[in-house]
């Protein structure tokens, strides 16, 4: 082959991967469709008083717990809560990360409202990006026994007084719920990507214990 004949061949190889990597990127963003909640959508009323009772098996690390975050009193219990935040715990770096209880009496509610099946929950905290509320401790990512994401979807939008970030995710169908940074408008969106690589069984580490405002949010 002639020098043009490679520097022809070498540009077109470039050429072609440039295109290949534009049309990877362009499907990428494409699984993503977001927009931020109109206000007048956001609900008013009070919201439902949650019993506290949460059932939540975690899908990685196939751990199961059953706790109320109440006391007797209506406080919170310090013991549930650091049970939970262990169950939220990033399992791939073993972190844990005091999740925001608010998260916990939403999903009480979501509990509740479906008759007390088992949630199934696929992610908490997770160490990455700052923006992501996962990073922060007040998102999670979950499915309902016996229960059509759609629905879980559709009754979780009624709960948002305002500041949540709510997701559907058709082709591993579950819902995502998080609590927004102070400021920052209700959000909702749809990713049609699929399901993440799963984690392998891991131990159950000790509890840690994290201190935390007995007062509740609802």
């Given at each position: ?42 609900r008013t009323a009070p919201l439902p008083k949650p ?24 406080s919170y219990n310090q013991e549930s809560l650091a ?110 990507s699929g399901p993440s690589r799963r984690g392998k ?18």
């Amino acid at each position: 082959m002639t020098p043009t004949g490679v520097r022809s061949s070498f540009l077109a190889a470039i050429v072609a991967f440039a295109t290949l990597t534009f049309v990877t990127i362009t499907s990428a963003q494409a699984k993503e469709v977001g927009h931020n909640a109109p206000k007048g959508l956001l609900r008013t009323a009070p919201l439902p008083k949650p019993s506290g009772w949460l059932w939540i098996y975690a899908e990685n690390t196939r751990e199961e717990v059953r706790v109320n975050i109440f006391n007797e009193d209506g406080s919170y219990n310090q013991e549930s809560l650091a049970t939970l935040d262990n169950l939220f715990r990033d399992y791939r770096r073993k972190e844990v990360k005091a999740v925001d209880p608010r998260l916990f009496e939403v999903l009480s509610i979501i509990f509740d409202h479906f008759g007390q099946k088992r949630i199934n929950f696929g992610s908490g905290f997770r160490v990455e990006q700052a923006t992501s509320r996962h990073f922060h401790g007040s998102a999670a990512d979950f499915r309902i026994d016996g229960v059509n994401y759609k629905a879980i979807y559709d009754y979780a939008l009624t709960l948002d007084v305002g500041g949540m970030g709510i997701g559907k995710y058709p082709t591993s169908q579950f819902v995502h719920v998080d609590f927004r940074a102070i400021g920052e408008p209700s959000f909702r969106w749809v990713d049609t990507s699929g399901p993440s690589r799963r984690g392998k069984k891991a131990k159950k580490p000790s509890t840690p214990k994290v201190p935390r405002s007995a007062k509740p949010n609802t």
